[in-house]
């Protein structure tokens, strides 16, 4: 599991997601509304859409406010005018962070995006710096003792990768156009599936060891992630679970 995942799920156990509820529908209405711009509101025929939907269902936003996102977006009713486009940086210990952001207001953002790097110790980069080592995967995240059970219902389903922690843990990876259709195959496999995505991973891995730089990188993605314009903050950290646990406290 990746150091960023990891983040996510104590973050999560401590009510921080549930306090963020807001937010994340927000960010995923921009990303319906965008979707449907560029490629119609025919989630048959436009898989940008569909796939955003299926993450909206993931996140529990209600059918009225996925259609109403969309229909903005389709331009049956009004909505934003959202720009697309990366940021790159560095956190402390040579971290990669890669943000992607819909925005109505660059130049807002880029100042946004540059005092967080500034304040906590991170650095700007030239375009194509870090971008380079990262590219899209579907990423799905479950618990299970059942070796077989995983590695047969993974397969079958097209998975590409599947690694464990050797503590129940499963990572795995497949085509992002898939990353759907292999969840409901785990889970008609009766396996419990506790995240499926279509994101960024990195090809290099930065092992974080010091203390002080885990929370100043933590503290960077968690910054960046508030930003109503950042949608997603990708970054090739790991930090092992011990650490983990220490940075929470």
Not at 17 to 43: H, S, T
Request: with cysteine.
């Amino acid at each position: 599991m990746s150091g960023h995942s990891k983040w996510a799920t104590i973050k999560h156990k401590k009510g921080a997601a549930d306090k963020a509820r807001a937010k994340v529908f927000n960010k995923i209405a921009r990303q319906l509304e965008v979707a449907a711009r560029e490629g119609g509101a025919d989630v048959s025929s436009n898989a940008s859409l569909r796939n955003i939907v299926l993450k909206a269902k993931g996140a529990q936003m209600t059918n009225d406010a996925i259609d109403r996102a969309v229909k903005r977006g389709a331009g049956l009713t009004d909505g934003g005018n959202y720009e697309a486009f990366t940021y790159e940086g560095y956190a402390p210990g040579g971290v990669a962070i890669l943000i992607d952001v819909l925005t109505d207001n660059r130049n807002r953002t880029a100042s946004d995006v540059r005092n967080i790097f500034s304040k906590l110790g991170g650095s700007l980069a030239e375009p194509g710096a870090v971008g380079w080592q990262f590219s899209r995967k579907g990423v799905l995240l479950l618990q299970s003792s059942d070796e077989d059970a995983v590695m047969l219902a993974a397969l079958d389903a097209g998975a590409d990768d599947i690694t464990a922690d050797g503590e129940g843990a499963w990572h795995i990876t497949c085509d992002p156009s898939i990353v759907f259709e292999v969840r409901d195959a785990l889970q008609a496999a009766g396996l419990e599936v506790g995240s499926a995505e279509s994101t960024m991973v990195s090809s290099l891995t930065i092992e974080v060891s010091d203390l002080a730089d885990a929370r100043a990188i933590l503290k960077i993605v968690d910054a960046l992630e508030e930003l109503d314009d950042v949608q997603d903050v990708y970054s090739n950290f790991d930090i092992s679970e011990s650490l983990m646990e220490l940075v929470g406290e």
